[in-house]
Nanobody
Framework: VQLQASGGGLVQAGGSLRLSCAAS????????MGWYRQAPGKQRELVAQ???????TYVNSVKGRFTISRDNAKNTVYLQMNNLKPEDTAVYYC???????????WGPGTLVTVSS
């Protein structure tokens, strides 16, 4: 499975960005697919993810502001980020997990910078 993220950039607080993650390979094997982020000096954290059955999880800090969605025909997962805050500044990573093989797949990160 290969994951390629895009859509990061610099935005002012209160602005919006949409991240895209294009997947290729055996994506049907993934039990989870979504987004993590890592801010400077902090651990990587889950932002939002789909389960294979379509259930969605968000970290509390982004609920009501971020929306994860997917286009199965394009094998792409999106993260719409609204009302961005400086604390959302981080490198965002697309992620997939195959539970059966215990394999984590990571795309190259895309930097999101929110200025105050």
């Amino acid at each position: 499975v290969q994951l390629q993220a895009s859509g990061g950039g610099l935005v002012q607080a209160g602005g919006s960005l949409r991240l895209s993650c294009a997947a290729s390979g055996s994506i049907g094997s993934l039990n989870y697919m979504g987004w993590y982020r890592q801010a400077p000096g902090k651990q990587r954290e889950l932002v939002a993810q789909f389960t294979r059955s379509g259930d969605i999880t968000y970290v509390n800090s982004v609920k009501g502001r971020f929306t994860i969605s997917r286009d199965n025909a394009k094998n792409t997962v999106y993260l719409q980020m609204n009302n961005l805050k400086p604390e959302d500044t981080a490198v965002y990573y697309c992620h997939g997990l195959n539970i059966r093989t215990s394999t984590n797949y990571w795309g190259p990160g895309t930097l999101v910078t929110v200025s105050s």
